[in-house]
């Protein structure tokens, strides 16, 4: 049972590169979420799926883009990556039952942008 | 003025101590409470949750929730150094699909 997985882990690029990050989930959760970590600022929400085939912005989606594959899978593209988009991106699914919605983190991408 | 705020610390104690991490948050909307721990260079998981007001325990773990306030509180007894990590509080609306997270509060459990 491997939750939420995320590749890759690690990520160097250069300002003007592209590049797509992976995320899937073994759960059948429902809802899948992109965030972005960074010191002091805690996670902010980049975006969202609260169904297969709905994506929704979040706090933060200017320069980033997602699709929902499937039920499974939820990918983040940096179409032209730019120094301050380095940073550590969690993504995560979301289990809603009886009003409440508990997510289940991945271990992370760290990506840094020279 | 964040949704919801937390002292990021660091906050260093011996082994054994009773840890008081403490949230407090701005949107009356709130009802859910979680409380998620986060090692370093992990992804956060889901330590505790409670609805609405009240407390909570879960073994050596307590969450504290008072809504008049607006204040959240986790309790940690007999601290242990496997408890170092960072600790987020998230709060979020009754059937909303979004969190809002805090920055956290960095644990050091000295042995």
Redesign the interface.
Known sequence: NAG?TQTPKFQVLKTGQSMTLQCAQDMNHN?MYW?RQDP????R?IY?S?SEGTTDK?EVPNGYNVSRLNKREFSLRLESAAPSQTSVY?C?S?L?EG??????????TRLSVL | QKEVEQDPGPLSVPEGAIVSLNCTYSNSAFQYFMWYRQYSRKGPELLMYTYSSGNKEDGRFTAQVDKSSKYISLFIRDSQPSDSATYLCANARTGGFKTIFGAGTRLFVKA
């Open positions: 939420v809802s965030y002091g600022m805690g996670l929400l969202y609260a979040g969690f995560a979301g809603s009003g409440k919605n508990i997510q289940y983190f991945g271990a992370g």
